[in-house]
């Protein structure tokens, strides 16, 4: 919404949205055209992907193109479709080991299936890929165009002393567990954690008990663009993720969006993650699941906070020259723009985020 769509509208493109609004609580941006779909969730996804199915066909009558996130709508849509393009955001057959509401047994299959629907739609579909390690997975060389964030020109507030911030999904495998009880270890010391962002059903439970207790603050989902409003001015951003094979593979957004709010970042050593953050030096990386690492670094930011202000400032400026969206907007645009013009693709289809009417 807040990249993509933006760049389109800001092109001169209509765009027509299919997403969960009222499940997310979330009020249509203006100048899109929004159609309203269930969110599926956890093993109930057979009504939501019945209702996408009926919104894609709905939503891209007229349209010039279609772009496709969700690989498990890959085979919903409609037979008669525009020009379709793949987003490619996740290894889908890496993820499901962090799918916890599969059976075991179904995790180890589902990985094979996964990869010939890929080669499937690469077959059938156009594809930009999200990170350049997605390239080894399909046979054909696909453009690139990589998660960045819109990155403030004025210089951000600097790092605070009093509260920490973890942006985005909440699950066990993004670090859920160890994010509250480094909270509990932290209020001691007068250093608060703010959560925002949604959560996984299984760890619902616990956030809610703990911020009963007063622990942290969870303000579930909230719009991306607000949560990095929010995110301002804290000590340091955390990214707890687990060592799984689709982390490994990927650079976690929330790490750029932290250095670009001038944040210093607490991160697992994910490979992309430890290697921008200890070449940008702005910010800390701790062992996988070790807590009082975790609650080290964050301590050592707040006893030296000149440290903490120039990690911040380093990390604003190394988003500002490689990972502003604006610099990688136009290319998206154009890949989109002449693949518009190209003949409709015949067959069975795929499908599911953004049908847009000249998108």
């Given at each position: 919404?807040?990249?993509?769509?933006?760049?389109?509208?800001?092109?001169?493109?209509?765009?027509?949205?299919?997403?969960?609004?009222?499940?997310?609580?979330?009020?249509?941006?203006?100048?899109?055209?929004?159609?309203?779909?269930?969110?599926?969730?956890?093993?109930?996804?057979?009504?939501?992907?019945?209702?996408?199915?009926?919104?894609?066909?709905?939503?891209?009558?007229?349209?010039?193109?279609?772009?496709?996130?969700?690989?498990?709508?890959?085979?919903?849509?409609?037979?008669?479709?525009?020009?379709?393009?793949?987003?490619?955001?996740?290894?889908?057959?890496?993820?499901?080991?962090?799918?916890?509401?599969?059976?075991?047994?179904?995790?180890?299959?589902?990985?094979?299936?996964?990869?010939?629907?890929?080669?499937?739609?690469?077959?059938?579909?156009?594809?930009?890929?999200?990170?350049?390690?997605?390239?080894?997975?399909?046979?054909?060389?696909?453009?690139v165009v990589r998660n960045t964030t819109y990155v403030p020109r004025r210089p951000p507030p600097p790092p605070g002393r009093d509260r920490v911030v973890h942006v985005g999904h909440l699950s066990r495998a993004r670090g859920a567990a160890e994010l509250i009880e480094l909270a509990r270890r932290l209020l001691p010391h007068g250093i608060r954690?703010?959560?925002?962002?949604?959560?996984?059903?299984?760890?619902?439970?616990?956030?809610?008990?703990?911020?009963?207790?007063?622990v942290l603050d969870w303000y579930g989902y909230v719009p991306n663009r607000h949560a990095l409003r929010m995110a301002e001015g804290a000590l340091a951003g955390l990214s707890l993720l687990h060592d799984l094979p689709n982390y490994r593979r990927s650079m976690p957004t929330k790490v750029v969006e932290y250095m670009a709010r001038g944040l210093p970042v607490v991160t697992t050593p994910l490979p992309a993650a430890a290697s921008l953050v200890e070449r940008a030096g702005c910010g800390v990386v701790v062992p996988f699941g070790d807590v009082d690492a975790a609650v080290a670094a964050v301590l050592a930011?707040?006893?030296?906070?000149?440290?903490?202000?120039?990690?911040?400032?380093?990390?604003?400026?190394?988003?500002?020259?490689?990972?502003?969206?604006?610099g990688h907007a136009e290319e998206f645009v154009r890949h989109l723009e002449e693949w518009a013009g190209k003949p409709v693709t015949g067959g069975r289809g795929l499908g599911l985020l953004e049908p847009w009417h000249a998108i």
């Open positions: 919404m807040h990249r993509q769509i933006r760049a389109l509208i800001e092109a001169g493109h209509e765009v027509t949205y299919v997403a969960p609004f009222t499940d997310c609580n979330v009020t249509p941006e203006p100048g899109i055209r929004a159609v309203d779909v269930p969110r599926a969730t956890g093993r109930r996804r057979r009504r939501a992907l019945r209702a996408a199915r009926r919104a894609l066909k709905r939503g891209s009558e007229g349209a010039d193109l279609l772009i496709v996130h969700d690989i498990e709508l890959l085979l919903r849509l409609p037979r008669r479709r525009p020009v379709t393009v793949w987003d490619v955001h996740e290894d889908t057959a890496a993820a499901l080991a962090a799918k916890d509401y599969l059976p075991a047994a179904l995790r180890l299959l589902l990985p094979a299936l996964v990869r010939r629907i890929e080669a499937r739609a690469e077959r059938r579909l156009h594809l930009i890929l999200a990170e350049e390690a997605y390239r080894e997975r399909f046979a054909s060389a696909h453009p954690l703010d959560l925002i962002g949604a959560a996984d059903a299984e760890v619902r439970p616990l956030l809610r008990d703990a911020q009963r207790e007063g930011l707040r006893e030296d906070p000149e440290e903490a202000a120039a990690m911040g400032a380093r990390g604003h400026a190394e988003a500002a020259r490689e990972h502003d969206w604006p």
